[in-house]
Nanobody
Framework: QVQLVESGGGLVQPGGSLRLSCAAF????????MGWHCQAPGKQRESVAA???????NYPNSLKSRFTIFRDNAKNTVYLQMNNLKPEDTAVYYC????????????????WGQGTQVTVSS
């Protein structure tokens, strides 16, 4: 029904920047909240950024100064700009989209991207 395609991960040196993107495709009637989570080896998946359909954003306090989430509603795409990256940011990053499909059952569900690896290392 709804597929998410992520891109933008990779290897970056400490202090560097990356921009992740996540585009939603398929039978989409509407998209509500969008966000990004990360999961490091041996740790639980945790939220790093979220944005509502109205553009309100939310971050953990520890990431507010370095991460920025934004969306392009015309392209059904959400982005995560990550600056001043640190080795502890190394993780697989997953986007999530809360969407109502255009085909029955038209129930709002959360969809997840396939994940993109971000490695911060010198």
């Amino acid at each position: 029904q709804v597929q998410l395609v992520e891109s933008g991960g990779g290897l970056v040196q400490p202090g560097g920047s990356l921009r992740l993107s996540c585009a939603a495709f398929g039978s989409i009637f509407s998209i509500y909240g969008m966000g990004w989570h990360c999961q490091a080896p041996g740790k639980q998946r945790e939220s790093v950024a979220a944005i509502t359909s109205g553009g309100s954003t939310n971050y953990p306090n520890s990431l507010k100064s370095r991460f920025t989430i934004f969306r392009d509603n015309a392209k059904n795409t959400v982005y995560l700009q990550m600056n001043n990256l640190k080795p502890e940011d190394t993780a697989v990053y997953y986007c999530n989209v809360d969407s109502r499909p255009a085909v029955p059952p038209r129930k709002v569900e959360r969809y997840w991207g396939q994940g993109t690896q971000v490695t911060v290392s010198s």
